[in-house]
């Protein structure tokens, strides 16, 4: 499998996309196949109430599918540690982008209905 790398505003176009391309009445995303490997951080508990929140999981699905695609076996640095330390390192990054991006949509939603985009 080729690893892609995605900026922020190619992610942001996928996800966009991803909203527009759904059928009229079918749910905002459907959890995506997960590696085994990935499983045990996935919430079993039922899927989100509200469609952030759906946005969301979809996006930490996919961020930790894309980096532990990127553990190197022949990179004496991934090697050291082995995949379970790689694992610990991807858990604490997807955890960092998943609160920026929560606080960032907390902030354009504020601003929103402070009426700051209004022209």
Do not use: C
């Not at 540690?81 to 991807?90: A, M, N, R, S």
């Amino acid at each position: 499998m080729k690893t892609v790398k995605l900026n922020k505003n190619q992610l942001r176009n996928l996800i966009s996309e991803a909203i527009q391309t759904r059928e009229p009445g079918s749910p905002l995303f459907t959890p995506p196949e997960v590696d085994e490997a990935l499983s045990d951080r996935i919430p079993t508990t039922g899927p989100p109430t509200d469609e952030i929140g759906n946005v969301l999981n979809v996006v930490e699905k996919m961020l930790l599918e894309y980096f532990m695609n990127q553990f190197n076996h022949d990179d004496p640095t991934h090697n050291a540690g082995g995949v379970d330390v790689w694992k610990e390192q991807v858990d604490i990054a997807v955890d960092a982008i998943l609160g920026a991006l929560e606080n960032s949509i907390d902030d354009v939603e504020t601003s929103l209905h402070n009426g700051e985009y209004y022209r």
